[in-house]
């Protein structure tokens, strides 16, 4: 790999002059989940992503991060990225022969189950199914669009998957990118240590997840519901779960019809 790339977590810490080199090759690593990632604005990685859960794993190694700059494959002297739409209209499209050598680069050495993606409010909107089968994979590669976007031509050409992260339009794919990679990163079996925690949240097993408390037992006249604090875990558990019910019937009405008929099937 050339120092086009950037590398965060463990070894990126290193004094050696391509700590990206040691990373890439380091056999402690290798078969690490990675998330690659495309960007004309590298320094905003790790981010959020360097905090708490995922910042400690990212540490020790559990997964990796590295990033291209797009800037780096610019063109000419002043290292451009963009030009003008084809047919006129506003704003800035990233040039396909930027693009095409920048995911060349990035991909390779990609080996496996690893899925190349477009942040893009085009695209098929995100979800934990799709956390789930990312964080199931080897790795995965994620293209920043910046200005209007990308040209047609490279999405076509690499067959890249477009996804969303709702439908709202950000300034750049930057920030999807890494809602994307905290809810993936946090399912990789290493990371969370408690299964369980995963097993009964929202969207994990098609309902909303029930009212959670803590101490005190009573804040502003406000109390912890009593069967919380009965010991009981079969009634304990049984309200959990009639909550959970109530609050998507409620709240997610479609999640709701959707859960209602699998268990009917
Ligand atoms: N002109 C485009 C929007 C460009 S926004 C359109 O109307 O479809 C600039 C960049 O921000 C995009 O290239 C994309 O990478 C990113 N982006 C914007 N909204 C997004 C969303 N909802 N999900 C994921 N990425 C998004």
Excluded at 97 to 121: C, F, K, Q
Excluded at 122 to 127: C, E, H, I, N
Excluded at 133 to 149: H, I, Y
Aim: proline share 5%.
């Amino acid at each position: 790999m050339s120092d086009k790339s950037k590398s965060h977590g463990r070894l990126s810490i290193s004094t050696s002059f391509k700590p990206r080199e040691l990373v890439t090759h380091n056999p402690r690593l290798a078969g690490v989940w990675t998330a690659r990632i495309i960007t004309l604005f590298p320094d905003a990685f790790p981010g959020v992503l360097g905090e708490s859960l995922t910042g400690k794993a990212l540490k020790d190694g559990k997964w990796q991060l590295e990033t291209t700059n797009l800037r780096d494959f610019g063109l000419t002297k002043h290292r451009n990225v963009d030009d003008t739409p084809a047919g006129g209209g506003a704003g800035m499209v990233l040039r396909p022969d930027v693009l095409g050598p920048a995911i060349e680069h990035t991909m390779r050495g990609a080996r496996g189950n690893w899925p190349l993606v477009y942040l893009s409010p085009r695209g098929r909107r995100f979800d934990q199914k799709m956390a789930r089968a990312w964080s199931q994979a080897d790795g995965v590669t994620m293209l920043c669009g910046r200005f209007e976007g990308v040209d047609q031509r490279v999405l076509d050409h690499y067959n890249i998957q477009e996804v969303s992260l709702g439908d709202f339009v950000l300034t750049g794919g930057e920030i999807a990118a890494q809602a994307m990679i905290d809810a993936s990163v946090r399912l990789l079996p290493s990371v969370l240590g408690n299964a369980d925690s995963i097993e009964e949240e929202s969207h994990s097993n098609g309902l909303l997840e029930h009212p959670q408390y803590t101490k005190p037992a009573e804040w502003q006249g406000r109390k912890i519901p009593d069967v919380l604090m009965s010991g009981h875990h079969g009634n304990i558990e049984k309200w959990r779960r009639e909550m959970a019910e109530e609050i998507t019937k409620a709240r997610r009405p479609d999640m709701w019809a959707t859960f209602k008929g699998d268990k009917d099937r």
